[in-house]
Every structure is written in structure tokens, then in C-alpha cells.
């Protein structure tokens, strides 16, 4: 990725999110605009049916820094959709499992019936090892499958 | 509870690779607060809590 400029990496992660809207079956926009009262900024992604009601943007993090860029994050509590910050050299191409973690974390929000068959979050109650692992006892803790 | 900007320093260290940092999630997603997710050098996976 070092030999690549700012704008190449930008462009080739946005692609790779194009990527995942194809294989995945989500509705993506990349690269994105993000317009608010305050102001405008170019943004790697935005995913309508994630992160929220109202979708979310994908900003981009990189070495060695990894700092967020406040001026998005600021505009998207302007707007009201969720922000995530990706590292670039993580999401550089289409991996299908890496991306499916993502979306799962940042939740699907959109319409019911169009819900990809990929995207399932079990939730129940991991019983704690205190007895030997001879079954559940009443004290556990709640796990979040897939986040 | 770390800054990002400390936060990101720690996990360097370690020799984390740093996946995301984000807002707080809504439910059924615990991570309602500002963190950054990671993964180790061994491949597993965590969250920690920023300001």
C-alpha cells in the first residue's frame, strides 16, 4: 500500500466496499459525499441499511497515526447517521469474513425483509465454568455472537 | 480510561492491529460507548473503551 497516494487508497478501499455490496448483497455507496448544514467531506463509504436508522459513513484511519478525522464525525452527528472509522491497510481489499465482522458490529438497520441471509446476531446467556463445566448453573454473562 | 490517541499508542505497542474506531453502537450491540476495535498478534479479537 506505500506506494500508492492518498487518493488511490481511498479509491481502491471504496472499491473494495463496492465489492462487498455485490457479493454481500448491500446497498453501498462509495465513494460517498457527506453533505451536512455545516459543511461537505469526502468519505470512503456510506451504507443506508447499517450502523443506524439512518445508515452510517465509513471514514478512513491510517498508520502510524490511526487518527480519526473530528471535522466527519462532526458532520455526521450534524446529519444524525453513525460514523466508523476503518483502518485502510485492514479493509485495502474485499475480504469476505473481515467485512461480514464489520457489518455485523455495526448492525443492520433496513428493511426487515430484505435482511442479507448472512447477517445473524444470536444473543443468549454463556453460563460461567464454576462447577466444572457439569452444566449451566444461574450466574453467567450475556454473549453477543458475530460481534 | 485512554484517549484515542493513547489508546492507539497502547495497541501499537502490543502489536495489535487496529480493525476501527467508532462512536457507541446501538443495541443489541454492548459497545454503546466510543472504542476501538482490534485484533492481536494471536488472532483474537477486542474492543477497548476510549474518552
Request: proline share 6%; glycine share 10%; aromatic share 10%.
Amino acid at each position: 500500500m506505500n506506494d500508492h497516494t492518498l487518493t488511490e487508497v481511498l479509491e481502491r478501499v471504496s472499491r473494495a466496499w463496492m465489492t462487498a455490496s455485490v457479493e454481500l448483497d448491500i446497498r453501498v455507496v462509495a465513494p460517498y459525499r457527506l453533505d451536512a448544514p455545516s459543511g461537505s467531506a469526502e468519505c470512503v463509504a456510506f451504507l443506508p441499511d447499517f450502523g443506524g436508522p439512518s445508515g452510517m459513513v465509513i471514514g478512513a484511519i491510517m498508520a502510524p497515526r490511526f487518527q480519526t478525522d473530528k471535522r466527519i464525525m462532526h458532520l455526521c452527528n450534524e446529519v444524525g447517521v453513525y460514523c466508523s472509522f476503518i483502518n485502510v491497510d485492514a479493509y485495502f481489499d474485499y475480504r469476505k469474513e473481515r467485512f461480514i465482522d464489520a457489518l455485523r458490529d455495526w448492525g443492520y438497520f433496513g428493511n426487515a425483509e430484505k435482511q442479507p441471509n448472512w447477517f445473524t446476531v444470536k444473543i443468549g446467556i454463556k453460563p460461567k465454568d464454576n462447577n466444572g463445566g457439569k452444566g449451566a448453573g444461574v450466574e453467567g454473562h450475556i454473549y453477543f455472537e458475530g460481534l | 480510561m485512554a484517549s484515542e490517541s493513547e489508546a492507539v499508542e497502547l495497541l501499537k505497542k502490543a502489536g495489535a492491529t487496529i480493525e476501527r474506531i467508532e462512536a457507541g453502537h446501538l443495541p443489541p450491540n454492548p459497545h454503546c460507548y466510543p472504542h476501538i476495535n482490534f485484533t492481536t498478534p494471536t488472532g483474537a479479537k477486542g474492543t477497548i473503551r476510549i474518552r
